[in-house]
């Protein structure tokens, strides 16, 4: 009779101490569940934000775009053409002496043709016509000649890819990504050297860009507009990226696409 109700005690005690075991570790597992949620619901939350933040760059950076087209047309368009408009009915005025009408026609060609040039040059600004008739490599090859012309660093460019095989999409995207890097380079680096090449990399391509100006360290370092474009530009043709820079280190960046 005594054994039994030991038995049956054990068998109790084992049974409570199972469901004990069972509850902690059901316990355990919710809780260790619902911090992988929440650790996976930050992750999302934080890259949404990126994604915000980038395309509020790419919002502002059109808009800065924009005012400065429209600041450009209004200042070297627009208000020269008034100019030849008054000259223009200038000439109607009764009796003018042949001194005058030379040197309002003089006037009137002087200011057409700083129009002329100032719209060809908006238009080369907004998308070089050579980029549109011959593709990316005379559009590069363009871009580093008036980026020499600054006379402020050497430029060496190596190129093993066949640039006409890509699409239209990336081509721009990487000039724009050229336009910005040299910008940089000019505004911030003094550097004296600036190298660039594309090369096959395994079943992808690589573009190299390297600076060895005065670099910056990037853990205290605000990314601006343009890196952030630069990163949304390379997201949308699907590459991947990678920056080297530090304090008197030179800027490097590799773009796999
Ligand atoms: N090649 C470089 N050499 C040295 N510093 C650089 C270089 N490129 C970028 N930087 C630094 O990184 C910062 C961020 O560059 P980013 O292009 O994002 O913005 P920005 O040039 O300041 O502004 P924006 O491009 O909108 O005109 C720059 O302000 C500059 O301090
Ligand atoms: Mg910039």
Redesign the pocket.
């Known amino acids: 009779m005594k054994t039994e109700t030991e038995i049956i005690r054990v068998f109790t005690y084992t049974f409570l101490a199972f469901m004990a075991m069972a509850f902690v570790l059901i316990l355990f597992f919710y809780y260790s569940r619902k911090k992988i949620i929440k650790h996976e619901v930050d992750k999302k939350n934080l890259e949404i934000q990126h994604q915000k933040e980038m395309i509020e760059a790419m919002i502002t ?1 059109q808009e800065n775009e924009r005012e400065r087209i429209a600041r450009d047309l209004h200042d070297e368009i627009s208000s020269k053409l008034n100019v030849v408009s008054l000259n223009s009915h200038l000439l109607k005025t009764p009796n003018l002496s042949s001194n005058e009408i030379a040197e309002i026609t003089e006037n009137i060609a002087d200011l057409t043709s700083k129009v002329l040039e100032s719209s060809r040059r908006i238009a080369h600004d907004l998308f070089p016509p050579v980029f549109e008739k011959f593709g990316l490599e005379a559009g590069i090859e363009e871009l580093i000649e008036e980026t020499k012309s600054t006379g402020k660093f050497q430029i060496y460019f190596q190129n093993t890819i066949d640039f006409s095989q890509l699409s239209n999409e990336i081509q721009l995207s990487i000039f724009r990504i050229l336009q ?2 040299f ?3 000019l ?3 003094n ?1 004296s050297k600036v190298q660039i090449s594309f090369h096959h990399l395994n079943e992808k391509k690589q573009f190299l860009y390297e ?1 060895n ?4 360290e990037r853990s205290n ?1 605000t ?6 474009n630069i990163e949304s530009r390379i997201g949308v043709i699907q590459g991947k990226f990678s920056i080297e ?1 530090n304090i008197n280190q030179g ?1 490097k960046i590799e773009i796999i696409f």
């Open positions: 950076t910005e890097l910008n940089n380079t505004k911030y680096a550097a600076d100006g005065v670099g910056f370092h990314k601006g507009m343009g890196l952030i820079t800027f």
